[in-house]
C-alpha cells in the first residue's frame, strides 16, 4: 500500500508530539496553585510549543494542499471514508484554531508572547480583561475537543491495525 | 490697631504658604507603573493607589522638591490572582510594608524641560539612592512631569526565596512615572 510522503509523515509525528506535549503542560500549569517560577516558565513553554504546532500546521496545510494523500484501501466502506475524512478535516482546523484561540487568550491577558524567550511576536490586540474569560473558555474546550479527537483518531488508526489489518496505520507510521 | 499690626504679617504668611503649597496633582491623568521581563516578556504593572507632591516653581526650578508615596497593594498586573500573589511576603510585603516612597534630595535643571533628578527610594523597607532624567512640559494648561528610573528588584528584596533567580523574573525593573498637575 501506497504510503504518505516523507514529509507528510515528517510532519504528523512532529505535530503530534507537541501537541501532546503542550495539552499536558496546559493541564500541569493551570493546575498549580498560586505563582512560582516554574508555573511561569511552563505557560512560556506551553506557548512556545502552540505557536510551533501552528508554524508547523500551516506547513502541513500547504504541503497537504499540493501533495494528495494516498487512497484508503477498497475494503473501506463510502461511510467510513467520509468519517475518516471527516476527522482529518476537524483535526486540520483545530491545528490552528486551539493555538490562534491560546495566542488571542494570553495577548487579552496582555502577556504577549515572546518565542524561545528570543522573538517578540506581533501584539495584534491589546489587553482585554472582558475578552480575556471568553478567550479562556473558547481556548480550553476547543483544547477539550481536541483531545477527544485526538483519542478517537488514535482508537480508529489502532482498528485498522489490530482488527481491520488493511495497512492504514503502516501508511503514517515513521 | 492689633488687626492693623498683625495684618501685613498674616497676609505675609498666607503668600509664603501659596508660594511654597505643592501643585495640585491630578490623580486621574497620573500613573506610576513598573515595567519587568518574565521569560523576557515585558509586563507592565500600574500602581491605582499613589500619592505624589510636586513642589515645584518654573521660575525657581533650584528648589523644587517632590514626594511619591505608592501603595505597593495597589499593583495591578492584569490578574486578580496575581495582584494577590505579589502583594504576599516574598514580593512587596504589603501587610508589613504598604508603601514605596520616593523623596527627591535634588532636582537639578538640565536644559529645556529638563531635570536631573536625584533621591531616596525606600521600597520594602529598603533604601536606596536613586537618580533619574525627569522632562516637564506644559499640555492644556497643566504640567506634566514625566521619567523613567530604572531600579534593580533584588536591591529592595522583591522576590524572595526562588525568585531570586533572575532567568524567570528579570532583576531589571523600570519604573515609569506621570505625575499631572495644575500650574
Known amino acids: 500500500m501506497q ?7 515528517l510532519l504528523h509525528w512532529l505535530i503530534a508530539l507537541l501537541i501532546i506535549g503542550a495539552f499536558t503542560l496546559g493541564l500541569i500549569m493551570t493546575g498549580i496553585h498560586g505563582f512560582s517560577p516554574t508555573k ?3 505557560y512560556s513553554w506551553h506557548k512556545w510549543a502552540g505557536v510551533t504546532v501552528l508554524a508547523l500546521a500551516a506547513l502541513r496545510l ?32 483545530l491545528m490552528f484554531a486551539v493555538p490562534i484561540s491560546g ?18 511576536l506581533p501584539v495584534l490586540i491589546d489587553p482585554d480583561p472582558a475578552l480575556k474569560p471568553v478567550l479562556q473558555g473558547v481556548h480550553y474546550w476547543l483544547s477539550m475537543g481536541m483531545a477527544a479527537l485526538v483519542v478517537l483518531h488514535t482508537l480508529a488508526a489502532l482498528k ?10 503502516r501508511r503514517m507510521l515513521p | 490697631m492689633k488687626i492693623s499690626l498683625f495684618a501685613p504679617v498674616a497676609l505675609l504668611a498666607v503668600v509664603i504658604a501659596a508660594v511654597a503649597a505643592p501643585l495640585k496633582t491630578d490623580a486621574a491623568k497620573s500613573s506610576v507603573s513598573a515595567t519587568f521581563k518574565q521569560m523576557n516578556v515585558p509586563v507592565e504593572a500600574k500602581f491605582k493607589k499613589f500619592a505624589a507632591v510636586i513642589d515645584y516653581d518654573a521660575a525657581k526650578p533650584d528648589t523644587a522638591k517632590a514626594t511619591v508615596d505608592i501603595d505597593t497593594a495597589s499593583i495591578d498586573l492584569g490578574d486578580p490572582e ?17 508603601k514605596a516612597t520616593f523623596v527627591s534630595s535634588s532636582i537639578k535643571p538640565a536644559g529645556a524641560g529638563k531635570f536631573n533628578v536625584a533621591g531616596k527610594l525606600t521600597i520594602k523597607g529598603k533604601t536606596a539612592d536613586v537618580a533619574f532624567p525627569m522632562t516637564v512640559k506644559t499640555e492644556a494648561g497643566k504640567q ?17 526565596g526562588e525568585w531570586k533567580d533572575t532567568s524567570t523574573v528579570a532583576d531589571d525593573v523600570l519604573i515609569k512615572f506621570r505625575v499631572t498637575a495644575a500650574q
Open chain 1, 40 to 42: 511561569l516558565k511552563y
Open chain 2, 144 to 160: 506634566v512631569f514625566e521619567g523613567t528610573l530604572p531600579i534593580k528588584r533584588l536591591a529592595y528584596n522583591i522576590g524572595e
Open chain 1, 62 to 93: 500547504l504541503w497537504r494542499l499540493f501533495n494528495a494523500p494516498p487512497a484508503y484501501p477498497a475494503t473501506m466502506s463510502p461511510f467510513q471514508q467520509r468519517a475518516a475524512h471527516g476527522l482529518h478535516l476537524a483535526l486540520y482546523l
Open chain 1, 3 to 9: 504510503r504518505y510522503s516523507r514529509t507528510a509523515i
Open chain 1, 160 to 169: 485498522h491495525a489490530i482488527i481491520d489489518r488493511d495497512g492504514v496505520l
Open chain 1, 103 to 120: 495566542y488571542f487568550y494570553t495577548l487579552a491577558a496582555g502577556v504577549p508572547v515572546v518565542y524561545l524567550g528570543l522573538f517578540p
Open chain 2, 82 to 98: 496575581y495582584n494577590h500573589e505579589v502583594a504576599k511576603k516574598e514580593w512587596f510585603n504589603a501587610a508589613q510594608f504598604p
